[in-house]
């Protein structure tokens, strides 16, 4: 009786022994960040809405660093430094919506000139006008 007692005894020390081991391996396997692809994609987006916007051309340096911020996420996530490829990829998304504004500001700042050109031409077509007219008179 006292062999199966210790029969009984050591097979539930192992089989909890073995539960502990799966628990701390199944954590260490919860805990594991994903990859932040929703980040990831969100950056990849805003650098391809910046070029369609034109930003190559307004705002160059910004895109370039977008394009590098997400590069280097891209590395983080082949690293499996997601917390790192997360910022990362959020920083490039961040900076990839300031070429798009800058863009836009700087087609805005444009426009503005070319209608102040107009007016001022139309000022001036209009005072031809007015001294043709006080001429014919």
Do not use: W, Y
């Not at 660093?65 to 920083?91: C, D």
């Not at 005072?127 to 043709?132: A, F, L, M, P």
Request: hydrophobic share 45%; aromatic share 2%.
């Amino acid at each position: 009786m006292n062999q199966l007692t210790n029969r009984s005894f050591s097979g539930r020390v192992f089989g909890a022994l073995g539960l502990a081991v799966a628990i701390v391996f199944l954590s260490a396997c919860a805990s594991a960040p994903m990859a932040p692809t929703t980040e990831l994609t969100a950056a990849r987006d805003a650098i391809a809405s910046a070029e369609q916007a034109g930003a190559r051309q307004h705002a160059g340096a910004e895109l370039d660093e977008a394009q590098q911020k997400l590069a280097m996420a891209e590395e983080s996530v082949s690293n499996e430094q997601m917390v790192e490829a997360e910022r990362l990829a959020q920083e490039s998304a961040i900076v990839a919506r300031l070429a798009s504004a800058r863009t836009e500001s700087a087609k805005a700042a444009e426009i503005n000139r070319q209608l102040g050109r107009s007016a001022e031409a139309l000022t001036e077509e209009m005072q031809r006008t007015g001294d043709r007219q006080s001429n014919l008179q």
